[in-house]
């Protein structure tokens, strides 16, 4: 099956088609973790950075570390450098919203890390 990987992640995320749901593609790729595990590494890239935007590729860092650290993986060496300097949710909202609020109560702890926040339960995406 093929699945999508950390490289193409960016260019996905810019893609007309996503927009202004930049994060779709980013939801797939937790999909397609959790459905094939044996790809795991192979979606990594062995640990080569994408290449975007600070705000796509802290997303992407966020949802990378916490999958990794979930499954006891090594967080590739790029995913640490990538934060925001004004948090916002993983679809683009304010934190300082009554959504942006809740998102951060059920957030996974890595999020603070990168600034970007999602519910935990998003990293167990079928």
Not at 19 to 46: A, H, S, T, Y
Not at 68 to 92: H, I, K
Request: with cysteine.
């Amino acid at each position: 099956m093929r699945v999508i990987n950390v490289l193409e992640l960016p260019s996905e995320m810019g893609h007309p088609k996503c927009q202004p749901e930049r994060f779709r593609p980013v939801v797939q790729f937790i999909k397609d973790w959790n459905g094939e595990p044996d790809q795991r590494l192979e979606m990594l890239c062995n640990g080569v950075a994408p290449q975007g935007g600070p705000h796509d590729l802290a997303v992407i860092a966020a949802v990378v570390h916490g999958l990794c650290a979930r499954d006891g993986l090594d967080v590739p060496d790029w995913v640490g450098s990538q934060r925001l300097t004004e948090p916002m949710t993983l679809s683009g909202r304010a934190l300082d919203t009554d959504w942006g609020r809740w998102v951060a109560s059920q957030a996974s702890s890595v999020c603070s890390v990168h600034g970007v926040y999602f519910e935990a339960s998003t990293l167990a995406l079928q």
